[in-house]
């Protein structure tokens, strides 16, 4: 591929150290050709559960299962339909039959091939069948690498709202190889990159500064870019994680943009995507922080011109704002009834706010309606 003779000899490797569930993610260009390797020195076993979808299946499953297999396993398929509409119960339990019918054990540790909705769903198979089995993430998206697959959140979505259901399940080790990007559509790039900014905003005002420049390099799928982009985004996210593992405090900065934009998701039935609905979400939150008095315009110009930059939406939308609203109530930060926001105080900062009038709120969606 081109520029790969540029890319770094070693991998990097980022530890997220929680008391009693430490382990390693690795960002390799060519990791997903060694597998096999990476799990012959994690587990005794010569079992392995392949979790992934028909499309990441069809893509990478075949590559995959042969590493695996030409390691010594024999690897146990469980295939699910793609997309948000079949993060459900429903589908999950699609993935218990199959692998129990395969005789699944407990020892036996259960691989998620995909985006972040295969990491969810299988991340929670593993958190509860047999009360917990061995997890290891393999993500296929950038939103995947840089946000979904670090931490141990998992779930499925419910009617009333997005991971409504769901547990906190760290993973054995994450495999991260940015040269997959190559195989993945644009609008999936795009999506990924939201999470991207956001890490910015929420953290590195230095690093929100580059993204201004270099974002191109994105879109272009420079591997070597992208390789530098993933490794730095999973060590912000690494960091959350450790210092809030549970998320009862600094980890919920991480959902900034998300409160408006899992409920333009919900309230869209999935016809915005969760890379659309967190940038939606961020132009809305960045208004809020402008009503509030937190931030200028200046800065609210430099979010939208970034978000608009990486070819995601930044209004136009057309929901009731009191579906909207409802729907917010549902959020996991609701508490004690009443709205938690994460609002930047200057780009590379952000705060927890429970007093937001719900007149700027409706303001805020406003914005991004019309």
Same mark, same amino acid.
């Given at each position: ?18 008391? %009693? ?5 690795? &960002? ?9 390797? &990476? ?31 030409? +390691? ?42 995909? @985006? ?9 198979? =593993? ?5 917990? !089995?061995?997890? !290891? ?6 939103? +995947?690498? &840089?946000? +979904? ?57 230095? %690093? ?66 969760? @890379?659309?609905?967190? =940038? ?24 939208? +011109? ?8 930044? %209004?136009? !939308? ?15 930060? $609701? ?12 780009? %590379?900062? &952000?705060? !927890?706010?429970?007093? $937001? ?14």
């Amino acid at each position: 591929m081109e520029g790969m003779q540029d890319l770094p000899p070693e991998p990097r490797v980022i530890a997220v150290d929680i008391p %009693g569930h430490e382990y390693s993610i690795h &960002v390799h260009p060519g990791l997903l050709q060694q597998v096999g390797n &990476v799990m012959r020195r994690i587990t005794r076993t010569r079992k392995v559960a392949l979790v992934t979808d028909s499309t990441v299946g069809e893509l990478h499953g075949p590559g995959v299962s042969e590493t695996l297999r030409s +390691a010594g396993f024999e690897v146990v398929p469980a295939t699910v339909e793609p997309g948000e509409e079949h993060k459900t119960i429903r589908d999950v339990e699609k993935i218990y039959d199959q692998l129990l019918e395969a005789g699944i054990e407990r020892t036996m540790p259960l691989i998620a091939l995909g @985006g972040g909705i295969i990491g969810d769903m299988a991340g929670f198979v =593993a958190a509860t069948l047999l009360r917990g !089995i061995p997890f !290891i993430q393999i993500p296929t998206t950038l939103l +995947a690498m &840089v946000d +979904a697959s670090i931490g141990g959140k998992t779930g499925v979505n419910h009617a009333k709202g997005k991971n409504l259901i769901g547990a906190f399940y760290q993973p054995k080790t994450v495999l991260i190889d940015p040269t997959v990007l190559s195989t993945l559509p644009l609008e999936e790039l795009r999506g990924g990159l939201a999470e991207c900014i956001k890490h910015e905003i929420i953290r590195d005002a230095d %690093g929100f500064h580059s993204l201004e420049e270099n974002i191109g390099k994105a879109l272009a799928l420079d591997i070597p870019y992208l390789f530098d982009l993933v490794a730095h985004n999973v060590a912000i996210k690494a960091d959350v994680v450790e210092t809030d593992p549970f998320e009862t405090g600094e980890r919920a900065h991480l959902n900034f943009g998300h409160t408006f934009g899992h409920a333009f998701e919900t309230v869209s039935k999935h016809a915005i995507s969760h @890379g659309q609905g967190v =940038a939606l979400g961020m132009v809305a939150a960045a208004q809020l922080a402008v009503s509030l008095g937190m931030i200028d315009e200046a800065a609210r110009g430099r979010i939208v +011109a970034l978000i608009e930059k990486a070819g995601l939406p930044t %209004g136009g !939308i057309k929901l009731d704002a009191d579906e909207v609203l409802k729907t917010m109530q549902f959020d996991k930060k $609701v508490t004690s009834g009443r709205l938690r926001f994460i609002l930047p105080e200057k780009i %590379g900062s &952000v705060v !927890i706010r429970d007093d $937001v009038p719900e007149g700027l709120v409706r303001e805020a969606i406003g914005r991004v309606s019309g």
